[in-house]
Structures are given as C-alpha cells and as structure tokens.
Nanobody, 125 residues
Framework: QVQLVESGGGLVQAGGSLRLSCAASGLTFSSYAMGWFRQVPGKEREFVAAISWGGGRTRYADSVKGRFSISRDNTKNTVYLQMNSLKPEDTAVYFC??????????????????WGQGTQVTVSS
C-alpha cells in the first residue's frame, strides 16, 4: 500500500521560504514521477510541480516558476519542494502525489494515483 506523508508546512511571512518534504513508502519510489499540487477551499486542486523518476525532467506551473524548485532523493524515498519568495496567494494545502508513470511531465490530477494527506502553508502579508 502506497503511503505518502508530507511535512514542512507552516506560517511564513511574504518573501520568506519553506521546504516541504514528502516521504514515500510501499512502492518502488525510483520508478515513478512525483508531483506537488495545492488546493484552497472552494477551488480545484492545482498543479504546482512535477519531477521524473530520475530527476532529469521537471515541470512547473507558471505561477511558481523561478520561485519554487522540486527535487528528489531516491535513496531516501523522498521528494522535496523548496519554496522561495513566497506570496500570500501561495497559501494553500499542499499535496504530494505519485504519478502512474515515470514521465515527470504530467500536470493533471488524473495522471496521479496516490496522494498524501496534505500540509498547510500560510503566507502572511
């Protein structure tokens, strides 16, 4: 059974940084692409970033390009999201997700088949 556990969320002032982590178990982690999504109440879950199985391909939402960076450590079964220059509009629950493939270029919720429970990120102005 796949389990994804996010950590690292919290409250930060605008312009600050946070690093999210997602620890995975119950899968051959190095075989799958991973992604981060976010969601605010009343809105659909939104793509943030994705990374291929080996880390060689990444993809970002336009709204976070140049500020966020996704990475992974296959020896630790962990994927990270480094978030810099945070803005109040980045406030959301952030979810880690496992892609059904190793591609790393998917951005649709339907391409991801396992999800974590989410971690809250709040950016104050």
């Amino acid at each position: 059974q796949v389990q994804l556990v996010e950590s690292g969320g919290g409250l930060v002032q605008a312009g600050g940084s946070l690093r999210l982590s997602c620890a995975a178990s119950g899968l051959t982690f190095s075989s799958y692409a991973m992604g981060w999504f976010r969601q605010v109440p009343g809105k659909e879950r939104e793509f943030v970033a994705a990374i291929s199985w080996g880390g060689g391909r990444t993809r970002y939402a336009d709204s976070v390009k140049g500020r966020f960076s996704i990475s992974r450590d296959n020896t630790k079964n962990t994927v990270y999201l480094q978030m810099n220059s945070l803005k109040p509009e980045d406030t959301a629950v952030y979810f880690c997700a496992k892609d059904s493939s190793g591609y790393g270029g998917h951005a649709n919720v339907a391409d991801f088949d396992s999800w974590g429970q989410g971690t809250q990120v709040t950016v104050s102005s």
